[in-house]
């Protein structure tokens, strides 16, 4: 069936240090959005990615869709601790929109 | 910012025993959905249902599961015998509409706070 990966499993740095998550499908997706849960929360929506090779920020967030539309990355500048929890990537193969396949997750944590 | 609401947040049920979560979507949403989230895991797709059917439903949703909107604001997910790996974090979400157009731009999805299911 359809998959998403997403690496890597756990990523924990220093406050002010890069973060980047990437996300890689076996197969051509339709659009793909990320969201965010805080430890204990629930999933919220942070952006989605329609078009090939396109790159969206959000302050210091880069969102980035690759060109055959099969992967995507997260990248977070200078890291603060309010950016900790599991950022997760879900693919969108078409048709019912709803169907999101989300990738495992990457769980970030910030040391002050 | 409106809220998708869930009932309750905690659920704890003895092993072949119903159980029936419950969600009040966005009032002027259309499409809802319910997802889960086995401990640790990823998010995984449940369900999808609009106009009062189901639009779509993944290998987890066998016959055990079902659901309902008996009225005009809640939607309803029904597990009739819970089995022990059914305990998880059950999301509902709900969007205004979905995009229909050949490019596939879907609609964010808003998540409730979850339901965590214990089956013991």
């Known amino acids: 069936g359809q998959q998403v990966m997403q690496i890597p499993q756990y990523q924990h740095v220093q406050e002010g240090e890069d973060f980047t998550t990437y996300c890689n499908s076996s197969t051509t997706l339709s659009n793909i959005q990320w969201y965010k849960q805080r430890p204990g929360g629930h999933p919220v929506f942070l952006i989605q990615?329609?078009?090939?090779?396109e790159v969206k920020k959000q302050k210091r967030l880069t969102f980035q869709f690759g060109e055959a539309k099969k992967n995507s990355s997260l990248h977070i500048t200078a890291t603060q601790t309010t950016d900790v929890g599991t950022y997760f990537c879900?693919?969108?193969?078409?048709?019912?929109?709803?169907?999101?396949?989300f990738g495992k997750g990457t769980k970030l944590s910030v040391k002050p | 910012e409106p809220e998708v609401t869930q009932t309750p947040s905690h659920q704890v049920t003895q092993m072949g025993q119903e159980v029936i979560l419950r969600c009040v979507p966005i009032?002027?949403?259309?499409?809802f959905y319910w997802y889960r989230q086995i401990l640790g895991q990823k998010v995984e797709f449940l369900v999808s249902?609009?106009?009062?059917?189901?639009?779509?439903k993944s290998e987890i949703f066998d016959d055990q599961f079902s659901v309902e909107r008996p009225d005009g604001s809640n939607f309803t997910l029904k597990i009739r015998s819970t089995k022990l790996e059914d305990s998880a974090m059950y999301f509902c979400?709900?969007?205004?509409?979905?995009?229909?157009?050949?490019?596939?731009?879907?609609?964010?999805?808003?998540f409730g706070s979850g339901t965590q299911l214990s089956v013991l």
């Open positions: 009032s002027n949403h259309l499409y």
């Open positions: 979400a709900s969007t205004l509409y979905r995009d229909t157009r050949p490019l596939g731009r879907g609609e964010k999805l808003f």
């Open positions: 249902f609009y106009n009062n059917e189901i639009s779509e």
């Open positions: 990615l329609v078009k090939s090779g």
């Open positions: 879900a693919g969108n193969y078409g048709g019912s929109q709803g169907n999101l396949i």
